[in-house]
């Protein structure tokens, strides 16, 4: 997967059967119910995974991103249901934690230009990182 174009296709049109989805409809307006979202999951943090080994393995946004990323496959894997992965992530509806995933993933894609890992070009000034002032 690697445009965003790329991103709505794994979501749209491939199906595994492994995790189908009862919905008729998603109850959010503009939200289209995905057929198999077991494949799309799967696909998308699979993929973040490969992303992050982009980014400095010291950096900790990478080393919690892989942990969750994990931890949401395991739970996506032990899955009997769509209801059940929903309750064990908290999650409403599974459509939403589809768009986290790929939100997510450009997120991941945008870093390395930004590089924020890297020491600061000058000295913050002296309250900057305090709350509140």
Same mark, same amino acid.
């Given at each position: ?10 979501? @749209?049109?491939? @199906? ?9 409809? #998603? ?19 699979? #993929?973040?995974? #490969? ?83």
């Amino acid at each position: 997967i690697r445009r965003s174009s790329d991103l709505e296709a794994v979501v @749209s049109t491939q @199906s595994t059967g492994r995790l189908p989805n009862p919905r008729l409809i #998603t109850g959010i307006v503009g939200r289209d119910v995905v057929k198999d979202p077991y494949y799309s999951l799967n696909k998308l943090y699979q #993929t973040t995974l #490969t992303e992050l080994e982009t980014l400095p393995k010291s950096y900790p946004y990478r080393i919690e991103t892989e942990r969750l990323t994990k931890e949401r496959m395991g739970l996506l894997e032990n899955a009997k249901t769509v209801v059940e992965f929903e309750k064990a992530l908290n999650a409403r509806c599974i459509e939403n934690v589809i768009q986290e995933a790929k939100s997510e993933l450009l997120l991941i894609r945008k870093l390395p230009a930004w590089a924020p890992w890297e020491p600061l070009i000058g000295e913050a000034p002296e309250n900057q990182w305090k709350w509140p002032i």
